[in-house]
């Protein structure tokens, strides 16, 4: 009984650990486009990106995981994520059959909160991405 408690600990603190949960109050279609109030919900888990639309419950998933990270000239640390690693381990056939979906993270530091996810479907040809702001980002860019 000891054994299977510890086990089902340190797999719930794995599965915690590993995922990361983002609150979005606004979508722009593109970065001089005007802010909407839309409430989503971003979940990165398992090398897994999902985004739910808390209005319809709708959502999106795909495989994803951190590919490149850095800081632009502002000094806003980004995180680039990519789906990129399933094809390589899953070839092309099966590549194919999942949502494909580049996400770039911009937090105010590194280690810090969110400001906003720009996402771009890959499998749309000349998609130029939908930026999804939180509270922080909403108060920088919407008002």
Not at 70 to 86: A, H, I, L, Q, V
Not at 99 to 123: A, H, L, P
């Amino acid at each position: 009984m000891k054994k299977l408690l510890i086990t089902l600990f340190l797999l719930f603190t794995t599965i915690c650990i590993n995922a990361q949960t983002i609150n979005i109050e606004y979508i722009k279609g593109s970065s001089k486009g005007k802010c909407v109030e839309e409430n989503h919900k971003i979940i990165f888990s398992n090398n897994t990106y999902t985004r739910i639309d808390l209005y319809d419950n709708s959502k999106i998933s795909g495989p994803s995981k951190i590919s490149q990270t850095g800081y632009d000239d502002n000094g806003t640390y980004w995180e680039k994520w990519s789906p990129r690693f399933y094809l390589e381990e899953n070839g092309i056939d099966e590549y194919r059959r999942v949502y494909q979906y580049y996400i770039q993270v911009f937090y105010n530091k590194r280690g810090g909160d969110v400001i906003y996810i720009w996402e771009r479907n890959i499998e749309i040809k000349n998609d130029r991405g939908k930026y999804f702001l939180t509270s922080i980002g909403g108060e920088k860019f919407c008002k």
